[in-house]
């Protein structure tokens, strides 16, 4: 169980992500949450991971290079990142918490099964560590709202603690596209719908083969009452519990009944 009413100011607190060590949004949580916490630590990826989803690096070495105080990159994938983070970085003193983000761009629906952002702290929970994902909604890549996140994490986050979940649960944390004053609130919410991938661009490289560019278009549900993309689409911070079992209940019972 995640602690229920953690002590901020006495944990240890590994941040990490998948947009790599020099992303502006994990520097806005490492701003936002440094005055929160007892012992900040920070291993990200060397260069950006997006949509590497839960990938693990097996066929080659893996190097950590010690940037500053605490501070650490990994040449490898998010999951890599908090793999070392704990086993070997944080050996002395496994972290209390595992934030990762901010993410530039939501993770909303189906975006959690790509997503690097979600894997990080995925591998937290598969670590028996409590876990959270972030990441800030944009519609202008230019103009990321990063002070509406800044502004709401310590909120979302010493709420989410006070509540506490369950071993093998792990949370995705969303804001949306709005400064911090028009944010409507935090709600939490089950994952929607929507899928990446919906637009292919097709073109020929310079030696004259032909390629395909995966675009960014989305198939996607935003006014499906009571989901993620629901809530930050009117406004609110979107709070989604995942869990690691994708086990279908109700389908396991019917299967276990015609299959013998």
Request: charged letters at 25%; aromatic letters at 4%.
């Amino acid at each position: 169980m995640a602690d229920a009413g953690m002590n901020l100011k006495k944990a240890r607190v590994l941040l990490s992500n998948d947009d790599g060590i020099h992303a502006p949004g994990l520097k806005t949580l490492e701003d936002a949450i440094r005055p929160l916490v007892g012992e900040l630590w920070v291993v990200a990826p060397e260069t950006e991971q997006s949509a590497t989803s839960h990938s693990l690096t097996l066929r080659r070495p893996l190097r950590i290079r010690h940037i500053s105080d605490h501070r650490y990159a990994v040449d490898g994938t998010p999951t890599d990142a908090v793999l070392l983070g704990v086993n070997e970085v944080m050996k002395d003193g496994p972290p209390d918490l595992i934030l990762s983000g901010i993410n530039r761009g939501g993770n909303l629906g189906e975006d959690v099964t790509y997503s690097g952002t979600v894997a990080a702290a995925m591998e937290g929970a598969l670590l028996g560590i409590p876990s959270i994902a972030l990441s800030q909604v944009y519609e202008d890549r230019h103009k990321v709202k990063w002070a509406t996140a800044k502004t709401w994490m310590p909120k979302v986050l010493k709420q989410l603690l006070s509540a506490g979940w369950p071993k093998g649960i792990f949370m995705n944390v969303n804001f949306p596209d709005r400064t911090a004053a028009k944010v409507t609130g935090i709600e939490v919410c089950r994952q929607g719908r929507r899928k990446i991938g919906g637009e292919l661009t097709r073109g020929v490289d310079p030696r004259g083969d032909e390629y395909f560019w995966i675009g960014p278009q989305r198939d996607e549900q935003k006014f499906l009452k009571g989901s993620d993309l629901a809530a930050v689409n009117d406004g609110a911070i979107a709070v989604t519990p995942l869990a690691l079992d994708l086990t279908h209940s109700s389908i396991l019972k019917t299967l276990k009944g015609k299959m013998k």
